[in-house]
């Protein structure tokens, strides 16, 4: 799946502004056929909406909706800036969602997750982080919810000998794909994707996917955005069949 979606994405950034992208979006078949969904997006900045005028970053929960059967889907994106599965649940900000009543739930958490021990959002990967993760899925199970685990996208940073992406989300990552493991729920792993198609790319191409290139390789711009909401969108079609009929995306694999 990655050397395809590679490929993909080489034939993206030779079309300027993923004008491509555009032209190969098509309606789900027959959609007035499918009951309408609800889809809520949780998760933390590299989700979250940014709506303030001239403020160039973006959430690839932003850009999703570009991705769905609008007419058929409801897409409403919790994501807030700096939080964890820790301070998410604490501040109530779950009882919102599940307020919602979706009929999916995407969760992505670890950038926050992974902050110094001394921060209030940090948690442990194999402790409180996998914990939180449960409790989530769980709660949206009670719910009739079906939860579909997100893991966190890779920052735009190589390592020392400048072939790979570093690895501080890692152990986050490894946690994320063993709940979903053990909790039996679809995982979207965006942290392999992601891995494999940055370091698909040279720098200069990878700077283009961020806000603020030259000092922030964590959060994203417009373009990003939008690479991450395909990856999602495509990879949620793949491993939640039911989600196919309701989203707009390219045939090619």
């Not at 720098?203 to 994203?220: C, G, M, S, Y």
Request: aromatic share 10%.
């Amino acid at each position: 799946m990655h050397s395809a979606f590679c490929r993909f994405l080489a034939l993206a950034f030779a079309l300027s502004n993923l004008i491509f992208l555009q032209a190969v979006v098509a309606g789900p078949p027959d959609s007035k056929a499918i009951p309408a969904i609800r889809i809520a997006l949780v998760g933390d900045s590299t989700v979250a909406d940014y709506l303030k005028p001239g403020d160039v970053h973006r959430g690839w929960g932003q850009l999703f909706p570009e991705f769905v059967d609008t007419n058929r889907v409801t897409v409403q994106n919790f994501a807030v800036n700096g939080r964890s599965t820790k301070t998410f649940k604490k501040e109530g900000r779950w009882e919102k969602v599940l307020a919602f009543k979706p009929d999916y739930v995407f969760i992505q958490f670890g950038h926050n997750d992974s902050h110094g021990k001394d921060k209030p959002e940090a948690t442990d990967a194999k402790t409180d982080y996998t914990s939180n993760l449960v409790w989530y899925v769980e709660t949206a199970k009670a719910q009739g919810a079906v939860p579909i685990l997100v893991t966190p996208m890779h920052r735009g940073k190589w390592t020392s000998e400048g072939h790979h992406m570093t690895q501080e989300f890692g152990p986050y990552a490894d946690a994320m794909r063993a709940v979903a493991n053990d909790e039996k729920v679809p995982l979207v792993d965006l942290y392999a994707l992601s891995g494999a198609a940055f370091e698909g790319m040279t720098d200069d191409q990878l700077a283009t996917l961020f806000a603020i290139p030259e000092t922030d390789r964590t959060h994203f711009n417009e373009r990003g955005a939008r690479l991450l909401a395909l990856m999602v969108a495509q990879e949620a079609s793949r491993i939640v069949p039911a989600l196919k009929p309701y989203m707009k995306i390219s045939s090619e694999k």
